[in-house]
């Protein structure tokens, strides 16, 4: 691994580990709610995450410029919700624009499973043999479109380990209760936790957190589950405390209720 590409990870992934915020919902699902105005919606939570996952378009039009953190570009799409299938991607981005930007990294969905499992490995495939040459990591993100019931660990581990073989330095993907360590450990790359749907509890998501980080998660990718909170700022303290302080369940609803309560105190 060259320097770059060494300078590049150890960014994103302080001492092996991360909190990534994704915020490139609308590329598929237009306005999200809590999205709206997504440069004021992150300002406040900067401070907790390690690096930001969006669009170009996005990061150019409401990203302010002097962030302090890493941005994540995301470089496929052309589908949407109301489309016939979510899995019918390509490539949206040069690696000259990727540059421009100055992105540490880049992310790219693959499908597999879907019919369009070949052209979203050969995108994956595609845009490794480009970064490779510039030192930039490639972040793979195995979606599962509207199919969420295959969240199950053989599935999770087979679509993981693709996309590990095929170069990705670090794969995106759903937790899932049951084995959710034979996923991590059939994969030689980093695993990261996708958020999936909103849940129901702040307890709920810290719960989940910890257990992918016990069985050998490297970080998360939550979205959704932080900036849709009421509240956001102690969601997203809470989370770090589990990434990067080994905190457990009941130390992280602790500070998140430290948090909250400073907060309304203002």
Avoid at 34 to 51: H, M
Avoid at 102 to 131: H, M, P, Q, R, W
Avoid at 160 to 183: M, N, S
Wanted: aromatic share 6%.
């Amino acid at each position: 691994m060259d320097w770059g590409m060494k300078n590049r990870l150890s960014q994103l992934m302080p001492k092996g580990r991360c909190f990534f915020m994704p915020i490139d919902h609308g590329y598929f699902q237009g306005p999200t709610t809590g999205l709206e105005k997504p440069g004021e919606t992150i300002r406040p939570l900067l401070p907790y995450v390690d690096a930001v996952f969006c669009t170009r378009g996005v990061l150019r039009a409401a990203i302010d410029p002097e962030i302090n953190k890493p941005v994540i570009l995301r470089v496929s799409g052309c589908t949407s919700m109301v489309g016939k299938d979510l899995a019918n991607e390509e490539i949206t981005t040069s690696i000259e624009e990727v540059i421009r930007v100055n992105a540490a990294a880049v992310g790219v969905s693959v499908f597999i499973g879907s019919d369009y499992e070949k052209e979203t490995l050969k995108n994956l495939s595609d845009l490794v043999n480009v970064c490779e040459n510039y030192g930039i990591p490639v972040m793979a993100v195995t979606a599962v479109g509207r199919e969420m019931e295959k969240r199950e660990a053989r599935y999770l581990a087979l679509c993981c380990r693709i996309a590990a073989e095929l170069g990705a330095r670090v794969v995106k993907t759903y937790w899932c209760e049951k084995d959710f360590d034979k996923v991590v450990r059939g994969c030689p790359v980093p695993v990261i936790l996708a958020g999936g749907p909103k849940c129901e509890t702040e307890r709920e998501v810290l719960e989940f957190v910890h257990d992918g980080m016990a069985n050998g998660a490297a970080g998360i990718n939550l979205g959704r589950n932080v900036w849709q909170s009421p509240n956001p700022v102690a969601m997203a303290r809470a989370l770090r405390a589990v990434i990067h302080k080994n905190a457990s369940v009941n130390e992280a609803c602790e500070l998140f209720n430290q948090t909250k309560k400073e907060k309304a105190r203002g």
